[in-house]
């Protein structure tokens, strides 16, 4: 049984530059979250998606913004990308139906030149 | 919005030694859970309390979650090296199941 996989580990991009970073949630969820952890810091929650909408959002601009596919997987969107949006992204699933946790995936560690 | 705290942002301690990271908030937690992140690592789950008052104990470390609901606490007993990390605590809240997290303890275990 798979766990949360992402992808890429590492990226390294430019001012201005798009990035799209990938998240396959554990078997059986439905739900992805994703989060950013910058330096030092706790992740802090960027939106969650469910039945391939975004259900809610945190306090993030609209340069970012995501998408699930009927697998349930998901891509998360970072425009016009900013020095300060450096930071580890975490992909989060869950199963809608439970309160049960959520389970991490080990992230992308993404840096802005 | 909601905010949580933790103290202290740092502890250094002797192997065999006690810990103790503190969780506050000045409004009422949902659920509290705790995670550990090793250096280079991801959060990793480690228990989800629900209940005003809980207590629960993993080996090591004891969880509790206070009367009001508005704090939390993780102690571990007689640190070891592997017990190296961050700890944070998290908001679990279930309408949005969605965490909030604070800071995060960094543990620092001298052998």
């Known amino acids: 049984d798979a766990g949360v996989t992402q992808s890429p580990t590492h990226l390294i991009k430019t001012r201005g530059q798009q990035v799209t970073l990938r998240c396959s949630p554990k078997?059986?969820?439905?739900?992805v979250s994703w989060y950013q952890q910058a330096l030092g810091q706790g992740p802090q929650f960027i939106f969650q998606?469910?039945?391939?909408?975004?259900?809610q959002r945190g306090n993030f601009p609209d340069r970012f913004s995501g998408h699930q596919f009927p697998n349930y997987s998901s891509e998360l969107n970072v425009n016009a990308l900013l020095l300060g949006d450096s930071a580890l992204y975490l992909c989060?699933?869950?199963?809608?139906?439970?309160?049960?946790?959520?389970?991490f995936g080990p992230g992308t560690r993404l840096t802005v030149l | 919005g909601q905010q949580v705290m933790q103290i202290p942002q740092y502890q250094h301690v002797q192997e065999g030694e006690d810990f103790t990271t503190y969780c506050n908030s000045s409004?009422?937690?949902?659920?509290i859970q705790w995670y550990k992140q090793r250096p280079g690592g991801h959060p990793v789950f480690l228990i989800q309390l629900v209940k005003s008052g809980e207590v629960k104990k993993q080996k090591r470390l004891t969880f509790q979650f206070g009367e009001a609901k508005k704090n939390s606490s993780l102690h571990i007993t007689a640190t070891q090296t592997t017990d190296v990390g961050t700890y944070f605590c998290a908001d679990f809240m279930e309408y949005g199941n969605k965490l909030v997290f604070g800071a995060g303890t960094i543990l620092r275990v001298k052998s």
């Open positions: 409004t009422t937690l949902s659920n």
């Open positions: 989060a699933s869950s199963f809608v139906l439970t309160t049960d946790t959520q389970y």
């Open positions: 998606y469910y039945e391939e909408e975004e259900r």
């Open positions: 078997s059986g969820h439905d739900t």
